[in-house]
Nanobody
Framework: VQLQASGGGLVQAGGSLRLSCAAS????????MAWFRQAPGKEREFVAA????????SYAETVKGRFTISRDNAKNTVYLQMNSLKPEDTAVYCC????????????????WGQGTQVTVSS
């Protein structure tokens, strides 16, 4: 599976962005998809995940209620709608995939896309 993330940019605090992650490969619909982010000087951290069969979602506490992960298996794409953005959301956001249940550790994902920069100004 190859992943391509897009949609990042510069936005003011309180604004919104939608990230997309396009996947290649015929078995996209069988993968758990997730978003991670890495801020300068910090470790990469889990943001959200969505399962392949039941579309069950999970979120980091820091983004719960503000971010929404979704997927369109027909388009081989997963999305991250980010609302009420805060300066502390500034990071490089990456999408990842694995063929098992959602996980929060980076080491548990098999495939990674390149990152897209999200910058939130105060």
């Amino acid at each position: 599976v190859q992943l391509q993330a897009s949609g990042g940019g510069l936005v003011q605090a309180g604004g919104s962005l939608r990230l997309s992650c396009a996947a290649s490969g015929r078995t996209f619909s069988t993968y758990t998809m997730a978003w991670f982010r890495q801020a300068p000087g910090k470790e990469r951290e889990f943001v959200a995940a969505i399962t392949w069969a039941t579309y069950t979602t999970s979120y980091a506490e820091t983004v719960k209620g503000r971010f929404t992960i979704s997927r369109d298996n027909a388009k081989n794409t997963v999305y991250l709608q980010m609302n009420s953005l805060k300066p502390e959301d500034t990071a490089v956001y990456c999408c990842a995939a694995r063929q098992r249940a959602p996980a929060v550790r980076t080491s548990e994902y098999d495939y990674w896309g390149q990152g897209t920069q999200v910058t939130v100004s105060s």
